[in-house]
DNA sequence: GTCTATAGTAGGATAGAC
DNA sequence: GTCTATCCTACTATAGAC
């Protein structure tokens, strides 16, 4: 029993290593630019060892969408606790959010593609599961909205708003950091970022914080 | 006189028409992955003429880009008018944002693919036109802070949520129209987001308006 | 200026040894 | 599983006729 175990692990870590290096590629140069030879560099293998693994770029491409797609989806929606005020809800939402950019730019930076590109994997995907939990949250904010608990506002172009400033920590830090004159991200900033985005957002929408 | 004006009238409307397909392709599949022979059918065409026109791929893109540079940068700074309340400047900011991802969604795709991808053409150009710019425009901010017309917030940040909150309408439409269920973001949409948008920041900044 | 033909090459994918 | 060798398609770019 050791013995395929100990042999799944090592296929378990190559395909890890492989899928890691993919992102990164696949992040700085988007589905077309990248070569499987630039992923296999990446990787420290051949490109022929990646074949071997996943049979085929797509099928590659593919499997590093689906590697993060749920934690990506999960972050889009409201920690469902109803007893949570908006205030606390929104601020933890745009937090995590954030984090989510700092810690897995790569993976942003692929979901923009895909999405700037016209979504041509994802759409499917996207309408089956983000448009049910988008039209939930919405009917949420709608409902704090009623109850008076922050200012009337779109709830739909918030989120919208919402995703576009904090995705662009990552998707544009190329940008940022041109402008902010340093050479990369640090935790500093994003700590800038998080208490910028809530104060703002909790202060346009009058939730009482 | 009347022959090589005509000649190069002709010749200017054949660039123009390439530049106008070459952003159309490059904006839906990137610079990698757009062919010159994708190009060429958009613009109904054979691939050589367009190496006619422009010697070479990379030209190309470089023309696509150096054609639009100067109207988005001018659109990422405020305009110049010391008189203008800050309600009424970022009322008007946000609304010229808003249009220029109406009128020029592929013109915005195609700077959203160079961003994400480390903006390799593009980069000397920022640093030195649209960083500057920044900076005064952070300056303003900062003033109307000092003065008590706006609420503190950090100015660097409140520049990259409303152009991310902007942009997203061209860059993210895909995912946009999936969500509202639209094949496509019509007038009535971007009237929405601007109305959203400036109410929103202009709440949050506390402006008077 | 616009066409046909073609050179040259990068990159995805397969075959087969070990 | 990992390697070497190779095939084949797609694409950029050039040459040259008209």
Redesign the interface.
Known sequence: MTKPTKTQANRAKTEAGILRAAEEVF???????SSMDAVAQQAGISKQLILYYFPGKDKLYQAVLENMIDLWLEKMQFNDDPEASPACTIRQYIQQKIELSRDYPNGS?VF??E?????PVL?TY??EN??PA?ERDVKIIERWIAAGHI?P??P???F??I???T???A??S???Q???GKPSLEQDDFN??T???C???L????AQH
Request: proline share 0%; charged share 20%; aromatic share 14%.
């Open positions: 992040a700085q140069k988007g589905f077309a630019g930076k923009a593609h999405i700037i590109n016209g979504a759409k996207l309408i983000l448009k988008f200012r506002v779109d739909k172009h918030l919208f708003t995703w576009a400033a995705q662009t920590y998707d544009f190329t940008q940022i041109l402008l902010l800038e970022a208490e910028f985005l104060n703002f957002v202060s346009a929408l009058d």
